[in-house]
């Protein structure tokens, strides 16, 4: 909770990321940057149902959860990324890369001049 709360403390109120429990019947935690400090609220996992701790909601999955409550309580409003995503670009070229290896780029049928170079500069060689 204590490294949850650190990363959180610097971020916007809304903020949010879910994290494991140490506690055997807790799920998973959600962790936001309330209005003056971080808060942790605990996310139970019952009969196949996500809800949390304090709340008769309950959602099929911990997307659905959420979900509603991004868009319902605006208590939680944006996930915390300590780094941004990939792009899907970068996902197929790694993808690419992986499949055929970097030795084959220039062997592989209908990729243009440009394609080629993009793959060519993937800079984690499998």
């Not at 992986?98 to 990729?111: E, F, Q, T, V, W």
């Amino acid at each position: 909770m204590g490294d949850a709360h650190h990363m959180l403390r610097e971020t916007a109120p809304g903020t949010f990321l879910i994290r494991d429990s140490y506690q055997c019947n807790v799920f998973f935690t959600l962790s936001y940057q309330g209005e003056d400090h971080p808060k942790s609220i605990r996310l139970l996992l019952a009969n196949h149902l996500f809800g949390m701790d304090g709340s008769s909601k309950t959602f099929g999955s911990l997307f659905a959860l959420l979900v509603h409550y991004i868009t319902s309580s605006k208590k939680i409003v944006a996930p915390y990324r300590w780094q941004r995503p990939e792009t899907l670009q970068q996902l197929g070229r790694r993808a690419v890369i992986r499949a055929h290896g970097a030795h084959a780029i220039d062997s592989l049928p209908g990729l243009s001049a440009q394609v080629r170079a993009y793959l060519h500069a993937y800079p984690f060689w499998v």
